[in-house]
């Protein structure tokens, strides 16, 4: 795990001191991002999921599926 100054903090794969492979990265405001990693970017298939405490839903989630751009370096 990888705790930032700031308090964010990631889970997850790494290789070569970079997030690779899969892993949440957490943000301070109930935020997160999930799903697999390349060089230190979201890579692929990447789920964002949110804690909107003034949500009308029930429990205050939100998940949106998205697609980081996929590029070769």
């Known amino acids: ?22 892993g949440i990265l957490h943000f301070n405001d109930g935020h997160r991002f999930e799903g697999q990693w390349k060089n230190n970017f979201a890579h692929g298939q990447v789920s964002q999921y949110a804690n909107h405490s003034h949500s009308p839903s ?16």
Do not use: I, Q
């Open 1 to 22: 795990m990888l705790h930032y100054v700031n308090g964010e903090r990631y889970e997850g794969h790494f290789f070569n001191d970079s997030k690779e492979g899969y």
């Open 58 to 73: 029930p429990h205050g989630h939100a998940c949106m599926l998205w697609y980081a751009p996929v590029t070769e370096m």
